[in-house]
């Protein structure tokens, strides 16, 4: 059953252990217990004998592709009585081969809230004499494995850049769930260059992510989510962290960045199948800075015109050093019960505010909306820290006739 911990949130490991679960059994089972007749799901709740969880989720800078979410859990096993150890046949969650195995499903819960869906990938037990032992049940989400599998020669059609990322999970190879998809409209178009053998699919998928300047990735929910191009977005922030308002969530730490990591005053586009790679460069960049490249190859577009403006689009929001917080944390402990639902379903693409105040200098305050680029929890009996990785936003509101100037940055076209 789920475990509430000393802040006031209940938590949950839920795991596919590869037979029905929660079956009623004459005997055993309780009257007035959870137990069904026919049972209702493969999942058991290994939530008494976790120690602790850790989850990562996300990408380090905007200019990279997100790599798979992983989730580590760290487990009693001694005081499961080797429920998990897979050399352990009088275990309940063995079936003849053991169901507790790779592949099978595992969930990690903040009440109702998903902070992580996924499959285990590796089940590692350490025995500590005399009779100690623990389990170690590392899982990823799926990227991962869309990363394990990898496409037959096939002609694309030109398509726009979201229906290509369907045309490739659609694939017989793939066969991703179509319930475990959230994908929105792109704005560039794939060309009709040919796939090969063997090409793997996350790194076609990520291609496509590139082509487009959007993102690709699995949100906490495991489903393959496919943003269009980031370049604004007309979005409010959902969350405020700092500050003095009543909702403000506490910062425990917070970083901030400026440097070269996301510097770029050249960028180069060269288009699969194209007879020339596309240039953007910004001299007056160059010359304060000299020259940071940033460069894709065989980026799958229908066009040099559109690796032109792909370019062009990563140059302006590139081209110059920000300053920029890039990581802020929090912990469940230092929240308060009021805010934890706004905490524990933030996600990556997700805007928020962010505020530090100062107590010597100018500013005093500095606020900043900003995206956030990656998720990670760690989970123990003490506390529950909460680190978010951020990326730069560009936040619009509607230009109104008659009371925005042209020139305005922060206006646009809704």
């Not at 559109?306 to 469940?332: C, W």
Request: aromatic letters at 8%; one cysteine or more; proline letters at 3%.
């Amino acid at each position: 059953m789920p475990k509430t911990l000393k802040w006031g949130q209940a938590y949950s490991v839920l795991l596919d252990v590869g037979a029905v679960a929660d079956a009623f059994i004459l005997d055993t089972s309780t009257l007035d217990g959870t137990d069904t007749l026919d049972g209702s799901t493969d999942f058991v709740d290994a939530t008494e004998y976790v120690l602790s969880v850790a989850v990562q989720r996300g990408r380090g800078s905007q200019t990279e592709q997100f790599s798979p979410g992983t989730c580590r859990i760290l487990a009693d096993d001694q005081a499961s009585g080797r429920l998990f150890d897979p050399a352990n046949t009088a275990s309940t969650w063995y079936q003849g081969n053991f169901d507790l195995a790779p592949r099978r499903a595992i969930k990690v819960l903040a009440g109702t809230a998903e902070l992580f869906v996924g499959a285990i990938t590796d089940l590692d037990i350490t025995y500590e004499q005399p009779n100690l032992s623990f389990a170690t049940i590392s899982a990823a989400d799926g990227l991962y494995e869309l990363s394990r599998t990898s496409l037959t020669a096939f002609d694309p059609v030109s398509q726009l850049t979201s229906a290509r990322v369907t045309a490739i999970l659609d694939r017989a190879e793939v066969a991703y769930s179509t319930a475990l998809r959230d994908i929105a409209t792109g704005v560039a178009t794939c060309g009709t260059v040919a796939y090969t053998d063997n090409t793997n699919t996350l790194s076609a998928l990520q291609s496509v992510a590139i082509a487009e300047d959007g993102r690709l990735l699995a949100n906490r929910k495991n489903q393959i989510v496919f943003d269009p191009r980031i370049s604004f977005t007309f979005s409010t922030a959902i969350a405020q962290f700092g500050g003095t308002a009543i909702n403000a969530i506490p910062i425990l730490a917070i970083g901030v960045a400026y440097g070269q990591e996301t510097l770029f005053n050249r960028v180069q586009i060269d288009v699969d199948g194209g007879t020339a790679a596309q240039v953007a460069p910004d001299s007056a960049s160059q010359t304060q800075y000299g020259v940071q490249t940033l460069s894709f190859s065989n980026v799958p577009l229908d066009s040099l015109a559109s690796g032109s403006a792909l370019a062009q689009n990563l140059l302006n929001k590139y081209k110059e050093p920000e300053i920029r917080f890039d990581e802020i944390s929090t912990s469940m402990y230092a929240c308060g019960s009021a805010l934890f639902a706004t905490v524990l379903t933030l996600d990556v693409g997700d805007v928020i505010s962010v505020t530090k105040t100062y107590t010597a200098g100018l500013p005093l305050t500095r606020t900043e909306n900003v995206f956030i680029e990656s998720v990670n929890h760690d989970i123990t009996p003490s506390d529950h820290r909460i680190r978010f990785g951020l990326g730069q936003a560009q936040l619009l509101t509607a230009f109104i006739l008659d009371t925005d100037t042209l020139d305005d940055v922060d206006v646009g076209l809704g």
